[in-house]
């Protein structure tokens, strides 16, 4: 299986990227995770985005808080399929970095999740890599039922307690 490349800006971004590990390791797909910043290592940023597709990976999440270039510099340099987590800062409240990864001009796609949205990030990782992988595919339909029973014990316990 292709590897999930996982890249954040800063050490301090780690406990949102934790959630995108958390995920991957559920669905057993393998990753590899670093620090790169567009703007403190721009040098490493560029060579791990393009030689990222010859070193096995087939789509990479890129993390970054505040002026949050890295996912657009990582998608700059390559043609695999880049996923944006902007991150919250404590200014700005994530709006400034949601801005700086979505916007990105024709021809340079970054496919943007949530702020925080470091879960999500993975599993829209994960539907990629399912298109040409159909044991992935089958984890994700049983993940995508048991979150669904999980509500449904909710709605149950909520509704035993209102109705
Ligand atoms: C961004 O600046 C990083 O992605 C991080 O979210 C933010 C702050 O970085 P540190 O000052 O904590 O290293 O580049």
């Avoid at 959630?19 to 790169?36: A, N, Q």
């Avoid at 700086?100 to 021809?107: A, D, E, F, N, Y």
């Amino acid at each position: 299986m292709k590897k999930v490349g996982i890249v954040m800006g800063s050490d301090s971004d780690l406990p949102i990227l934790q959630k995108s590990i958390d995920t991957l390791k559920s669905l057993d797909i393998p990753y590899e995770v670093h620090v790169y910043s567009a703007h403190r290592t721009p040098v490493e940023a560029r060579d791990f985005s393009f030689y990222a597709r010859e070193r096995g990976f087939g789509v990479i999440i890129a993390a970054a808080g505040m002026a949050a270039h890295l996912a657009g510099a990582v998608a700059a340099n390559t043609t695999l399929p880049v996923i944006g987590i902007p991150c919250k800062s404590s200014n700005l409240d994530g709006l400034d970095a949601l801005l700086s990864t979505v916007q990105m001009p024709t021809g340079i796609p970054v496919a943007t999740v949530a702020i925080n949205g470091g879960a999500n990030a993975a599993i829209l990782a994960a539907q990629i890599l399912a298109v040409s992988d159909t044991e992935l595919a089958s984890k994700l339909d049983a993940k995508r039922a048991s979150d669904a029973a999980k509500v449904l014990e909710k709605d149950a316990a909520i509704a035993a307690q209102f109705n």
